[in-house]
């Protein structure tokens, strides 16, 4: 018997090694400590999201390229970790606060269905430039994720596991009734301190939800 009912991933830095909206950014040093600073959970989140994709302004064709980094460079054992949850009839989500364009290619390839995954929209005008983004989402500002979550709870079988590197993914419990710190990729001292389990890697995802192998 599965330990939980619903699994929920974070996508960047936990899935994948990829944090988006710096690899965006390239080198730019303001986005990247910005980035860090609301991982952290020293700067709000909503302080920080939209002036980061103002410093970046990526363009349809950017966000794309960044959704197949996002499966290139996916943390090893994702995919057989999300098929083996599914195989014993664990549910399986990805709530992020990612792009939404960039993020369904990666969990297009994880065979997720779209609805089953919660990240923010873009605009763009009809050449593809950059035009905004989705203000009024919960996932562009703290305790989002477990807005998402808590709208969601109805659908989702319990108990919910919500694995993920970041303080956005901690703030989701609740709802969630646990969360995973995720250190396959970046290991954040706040987050492991205030994590239920520490995951350093997806087989210690699976361990954790469905026992030794």
């Known amino acids: 018997m599965a330990r939980f009912g619903t699994v929920i991933f974070d996508c960047d830095s936990t899935l994948s090694a990829v944090e988006g909206i710096d690899e965006l950014a390239g ?35 950017r966000v794309q390229t960044l959704g197949r980094h996002y499966v290139e460079r996916m943390v090893p054992g994702s995919r057989e970790t999300l098929h083996a949850l599914a195989r014993a009839g664990v549910l399986v989500r990805v709530v992020s606060g990612g792009l939404r364009p960039a993020v369904l290619v990666l969990t297009r390839e994880l065979l997720l269905p779209d609805d089953d995954v919660a990240a923010v929209e873009l605009d763009f005008t009809a ?87």
């Open 27 to 61: 080198g730019d040093a303001a986005v990247r400590a910005l980035t860090a600073g609301a991982m952290r959970g020293e700067v709000p989140l909503e302080e920080v999201y939209g002036r980061r994709l103002e410093l970046v302004r990526p363009s349809r064709e």
């Open 127 to 213: 050449d593809g430039a950059y035009a905004g983004f989705d203000a009024t989402s919960p996932l562009a500002r703290s305790n989002g994720k477990a807005a998402v979550i808590q709208g969601w709870l109805p659908q989702l079988r319990g108990p919910v596991l919500m694995v993920g590197d970041g303080v956005t993914d901690l703030e989701a419990r609740p709802p969630a009734d646990a969360f995973a710190a995720f250190t396959g990729v970046v290991a954040r001292a706040a987050v492991v301190a205030g994590a239920d389990f520490v995951t350093e890697d997806m087989a210690a995802v699976r361990a954790l939800v469905l026992g030794p192998e």
